[in-house]
């Protein structure tokens, strides 16, 4: 059963920028999609942005248009979430999904990371 890891979240002003990292445990990663998912203090879970694996197309919530980039690394079966011009209400834990299959849903989840934007 794959695994992932993510890396990268921290403390960080408003203003700038942190970069996650998403890396999967399997030496074969093949996901149909893998996604950024982020989770506020009482709130509910929320789509941050996706990325097709094998044709590289990606999609966006509405909030993050323009201020993160997700990307992948094939190779390395390695998905990143570049984050600039971080606000205060972008402070959440920050969860990549696996969605393995086209027709499927995300099933795979990692841990998660911690991204406290300050003021």
């Known amino acids: 059963q794959v695994q992932l890891v993510e890396s990268g979240g921290g403390l960080v002003q408003a203003g700038g920028s942190l970069r996650l990292s998403c890396a999967a445990s399997?030496?074969?990663?093949?996901?149909?999609?893998v996604g950024w998912f982020r989770q506020a203090p009482g709130k509910e879970r929320e789509f941050v942005a996706s990325?097709?694996?094998?044709?590289?197309?990606?999609n966006y919530a509405d909030s993050v248009k323009g201020r993160f980039t997700i990307s992948r690394d094939n190779a390395m079966n390695t998905v990143y979430l570049q984050m600039n011009s971080l606000k205060p209400e972008d402070t959440a834990v920050y969860y990549c999904?696996?969605?393995?299959?086209?027709?499927?849903?995300?099933?795979?989840w990692g841990q998660g990371t911690q991204v406290t934007v300050s003021s």
């Open positions: 999904a696996a969605q393995m299959r086209a027709l499927g849903v995300y099933d795979v």
């Open positions: 399997a030496r074969t990663f093949s996901p149909y999609r």
């Open positions: 990325v097709t694996w094998s044709s590289g197309r990606t």
